[in-house]
């Protein structure tokens, strides 16, 4: 798989690193030194983090107290 040029980005999220990158078939990847062996898949790239997003809720669920 390829990253097309200028394409690729990080982000910093949650204190979390993400990889964003366009794969040869034109779907939006993210990826996450967190969660070795998941990409989020998406149709766009909004789609792709929202997903890497709800897999990061579920690995590290929320300890916050009312």
Known sequence: MQVKGSRKMCY????????VFEDDDGQWVVECAELPGYQARGRTREEAIEKMKSALLIFYPCRCED
């Open 12 to 19: 910093i999220l949650i204190m979390r690193q993400f990889m």
